[in-house]
Each structure stands twice: as structure tokens, then as C-alpha cells.
């Protein structure tokens, strides 16, 4: 299964293509079309919707998966990005691609095995996940990789119930440690290492 994950934003739209044979990850690309600040709004949208549908004819993804527009306080930024989603959604509908969206608790509870896992701890889980020299710039990206990351995992195990999921992240976990307390002593391993 091929999923392409979408970070949405009106002047960074973060993506990844990522391979899924269960339970083996692979990074086919990743990047970020960008939109400059002076440009008009319009004609950044018109940017994003190109940028997304170039990405789509070149990587024929199986499914999209995109983060679901959450409240924020800035009202000017939410709406410039649920016009940006718009365009996104745009882009797949036009190329029969379907989308997937999932709610940022979803993804790091996903990739971390915490749904309240910090920003940090979801770049860096990504990172070991698809085998990558580093977490990918801009964040965006790397936030567009953890997105394709969770698709996969969410339709390539008919079993996987995210919201299963984030009920059973509220309790004590009681076999074996999560992904995050994984990563947690590869990066305190890590820093004795360092020393």
C-alpha cells in the first residue's frame, strides 16, 4: 500500500509517500511545496493545489492521509488552512484518490503508542520507523511522514481501532513498553553514550 500523508498549510504544505507491507515501512520521498508571503492568497492556493496534484501524478498513492482541521485561536490562520485543505482535497477528489483524515491525538498515539506524546517524540519515532539518516525539514514534512505512517497502520491491520486505541492510552499499559517508552531509552541510551 502506498499512502501519501499531508500536512495542510497555505505557505508550507509538508508531504510523504510512504510504502506499507505489513509491518515494514519504507520513505519513497518527502518534501514541502511552499508558497511565498507577498504572493497573493489566491494565487497561493492555486500554488498548493499545483504542488499537490504534481505529487499525486508522480507517486500514484493508494490512499491520502490528511490531519483533521483542529480549533485554534488564531482564526485568520485556521481559515487560510481550511482554504489550503480545501485545494488538498481538491487535488485527490480530481484524481479519484480517497482521503483518510485523522485527528493529531490519532497520529501520535499511531506512531508513539501515546496520544498526548510531544512534538519531538513523534519526529524522532518517524524517523526510526522509515530508517532515516534524520527527522526530515521542514517539520511539516516530517509531520506529513507520521500522517502516511498512520494511514498505513490504521487500514493495513483491519484490527487496528484508533479510537480502541486512544481509550486503551488513558490506562497504565500493563505488557511491555509503548513505543514511546522505547524510544525514551534509545535517546537516554544515547546520551550516555555522548558523555
Request: hydrophobic share 40%; net charge positive.
Amino acid at each position: 500500500m502506498r499512502v501519501l500523508g499531508i500536512d495542510p498549510g497555505y505557505a508550507i504544505v509538508g508531504w510523504g509517500v510512504v510504502d506499507y507491507t505489513a509491518p515494514r515501512f519504507e520513505a519513497v520521498d518527502y518534501g514541502a511545496v511552499t508558497t511565498p508571503a507577498g504572493m497573493e492568497f489566491g494565487q497561493r492556493l492555486k500554488g498548493v493545489y499545483g504542488g499537490v496534484s504534481r505529487v499525486i501524478e508522480s507517486y500514484h498513492p493508494d490512499a491520502i492521509s490528511l490531519e483533521q482541521l483542529f480549533y485554534q485561536h488564531n482564526q485568520t490562520t485556521v481559515i487560510g488552512v481550511a482554504e489550503a485543505r480545501g485545494v488538498v482535497l481538491l487535488a485527490a477528489a480530481q484524481a479519484g484518490v480517497p482521503v483518510f483524515e485523522y485527528t493529531p491525538m490519532q497520529v501520535k498515539q499511531s506512531v508513539t503508542g501515546y496520544g498526548k506524546a510531544v512534538k519531538k517524540q513523534v519526529q524522532e519515532m518517524t524517523r526510526i520507523m522509515l530508517r532515516l539518516p534524520g527527522i526530515p525539514k521542514p517539520d511539516d514534512t516530517a509531520d506529513a511522514l507520521a500522517m502516511a505512517i498512520t494511514h498505513a497502520q490504521c487500514s493495513g491491520n483491519r484490527q487496528f481501532d484508533v479510537d480502541r486505541l486512544l481509550a486503551r492510552a488513558q490506562t497504565p499499559a500493563t505488557a511491555g513498553p509503548t513505543r514511546l517508552q522505547m524510544l525514551e531509552r534509545q535517546l537516554a541510551a544515547k546520551g550516555r553514550k555522548q558523555r
